[in-house]
């Protein structure tokens, strides 16, 4: 072996384990994908579903991502440390899953701006800070007219959270339903003042069967309103994840939060280096919404349930179309036009037909 | 019986240092067995949980920023406790201190003055010492029982807190999302370093510190409050004002919890949210027991408190170990240093099996 033709073999060695060496460093580089969630992972309503989607991710993308939570991070100054470690620990995409996480994480995205960082029901968005909400009022619509169908007592209750325009827009689209499939039913609504108090949603479910609500509806994320209505032989209506199974003979859909699609998609995009920042809904359309039937139903009123849902998914209805009134009676959503986001985004105002006042 | 304890006549000054050391071998003991017997390598887990919080700058400051408030409320509830004034009541008194702060900074968004802060902040240490005063009032007035009134003036202070976070003091461009606008940066509480978030309230802390020590261990008012705390028939035998003491320690506990809260608000969160506290009025109360209601033993035992929930929350995000083992070795630790405290007021003897003569001796002697 001539001398040039040995140094030719030591560089093309030389070389090769280079190459090998960056194909090693970027196949064993993952994506680092960080979820904050505001709840147990065990809540069997937001945060559960919130894990749920990031199972999918795991499956949809195996070794190419590495995903990590920190779960029951609450909204005050501890936030933003998490949010924080993440971005410093070398998260390349970072979902956080509650509204109160806004600030802390628009205050982060700034200081990382190689870093990605998606939050969920938020306003705030940045050039490496999108937002993400699921347009739940489309599986409340369906929802009020389940119970429109399914009602005898013409009295249906609804166990609200916080005064929040996402809450009052899916009151209002059960409403919308009520008064279109069966006029005069009233809608009940009792303030918690919680997402997750198990205790307090189960006196709220209990003081409305009591007032004769035969139809329960819970803005709330623990099985307990289910269980309760189970008991008391009333129906309900679950949130956020699939609760039938809290409540077999009560349960006539639950309006299923699906993240898997969006933070698969997202993920996708950061990998392909075309992410953008946008405000994402994603509803029945996208799959971010879905309505598991129960076989409580009977059958002609699920095929026309299903009609709804086509026709919310190909476009052709929309919940909030014109004309739309306030309670006292003032044109909201004009004829001919339907809610733009906007407007939905900051709905502050019951329909009318609703007896309730808003709080404050 | 195989063990029996028997009482010692005299605090054990050894077991007053031994006992916490016995706890933390015992606690990394368990935690070891836990940890392996889950599949995890116990030393690279205890590494994660206790040392990679707190081994850069950064992780020192965020301890410090977590511990800041938990501090505040125990130095107050210290005073509290040493005069047996049994004040649940720091988490409400945070809370109001958050909101009456709040309340001013929201109304001083245009004001650019150095004033603004220190009005501020004394707006949430007063809020925070009058609904401490109302327990004081109930106290002295009906003699109803502080422990069952500053618990329930807890959930009163939470659903006002609610009340005007939802209304009154919502940011009107928030789309009436219940948090309130962000303070000018006239009220908040100034950042001790570039990059860090360590705030001005860590000067707070230490301020306090030295006041509660000053006035429990070197001041006339600080022996009443003791005597008063070890036999309260004593006191007043001895011409001590009750009444004026019950009102000073909840004032002081109350105003301390209170600036805990406001410290929050201007501190590192910027605005009044609904959830200003997770819970840190609580901690203080462990705290302030684990640190024998002495300052420098409050400030450890903070500290800890504050590394045991940094550390559970980098173990979620490097092991994906899930919350509650972090929390079960934080709850065994918790339990083996109040376990062990045993020790100092009491002996432990091999029992009756053995030295049948020796128990029968016990049992006779005098007290």
Known sequence: MSIPSLKRLVLGVAAAIGLTATLGAHAADPLKVGFVYIGPIGDHGWTYQHEQGRQALIKQFGDKVQTSFVENVAEGADAERVIRNMAKGGYDLVFTTSFGYMNPTAKVAKQFPKATFEHATGYKQDKNLGTYLSTSYEGRYVGGFLAAKMTKSKKIGYIASFPIPEVIRDINAIQLALDKYNPGTEIKVVWVNSWFDPGKEADAANALIDQGVDVVFQHTDSPAPIQTAERRGVYAIGYASDMAHFGPKAVLTSIVNNWGPHYIRSTQAVIDGNWKSQDYWGGLAEGTIELPISPLVPAEVKTEAEQIIAGIKDGSFHPFAGPILDQKGDVRIAAGSVASNAELAGMNYYVKGISAQLPQ | ?367
């Open chain 2, 1 to 367: 019986m195989l063990l029996t304890l028997e009482p010692r006549l005299q605090q054990s000054r050894r077991h007053l240092l031994l006992s916490p050391l016995l706890a933390a071998l015992l606690t990394l003991l368990c935690g070891a067995l836990l940890f392996a017997a889950l599949g995890h390598d116990p030393l690279a887990t205890f590494h994660t949980l206790l040392i990679e919080p707190v081994q850069d700058f950064y992780g020192v400051s965020e301890l410090l920023i977590k511990a800041i408030p938990i501090l505040l409320c125990a130095l107050g509830l210290a005073v509290a406790y040493q005069a047996r004034i049994w004040n649940i009541g720091a988490e409400g008194q945070l809370l109001i201190g958050a909101l009456a702060g709040s309340a001013l900074a929201i109304n001083l968004l245009d004001w650019d003055s150095v004033l603004a802060l220190p009005a501020v902040i004394l707006t949430g240490v007063l809020a925070g010492a009058l609904w401490a005063a109302l327990a004081a009032w109930l106290r002295t007035h009906f003699n109803a029982n502080e422990i069952l009134t500053t618990i329930m003036l807890n959930y009163i202070a939470l659903n006002l807190l609610l009340y005007f976070v939802h209304g009154p003091l919502k940011d009107p461009e928030g789309f009436s999302f219940p948090q309130s606008a962000m303070f000018a940066d006239a009220s908040r509480l100034p950042t001790l370093f570039d990059d860090v978030r360590l705030h001005a309230g860590f000067y707070l802390v230490l301020l306090a510190a030295v006041a509660v020590w000053v006035l429990l261990s070197r001041s006339f008012l600080g022996f009443q409050v003791r005597v008063l705390g070890l036999d309260s028939r004593a006191a007043g035998l001895m011409g001590f004002r009750e009444k004026r003491l019950v009102w000073l320690a909840l004032l002081i506990s109350g105003g301390l919890a209170g600036l805990a809260g406001v410290s929050e608000v201007t501190g590192p969160i910027g605005q009044l949210v609904p959830q200003v506290s997770p819970g840190y009025g609580y901690a203080a109360i462990t705290v302030a027991f684990l640190g024998r209601l002495n300052p420098l033993g409050i400030i450890v035992a903070g500290l800890l408190m504050a590394l045991l929930y940094l550390g559970g929350e980098n173990a979620q995000m490097t092991l994906n170990l899930p919350q509650s083992l972090t929390e079960l070795f934080q709850g065994m630790m918790l339990f083996f240093l109040l376990a062990c405290d045993l020790l100092i007021l009491y002996r432990v003897r091999l029992g009756s099996w053995f030295r049948p003569a020796t128990r029968k001796h016990t049992e006779h002697a005098p007290a």
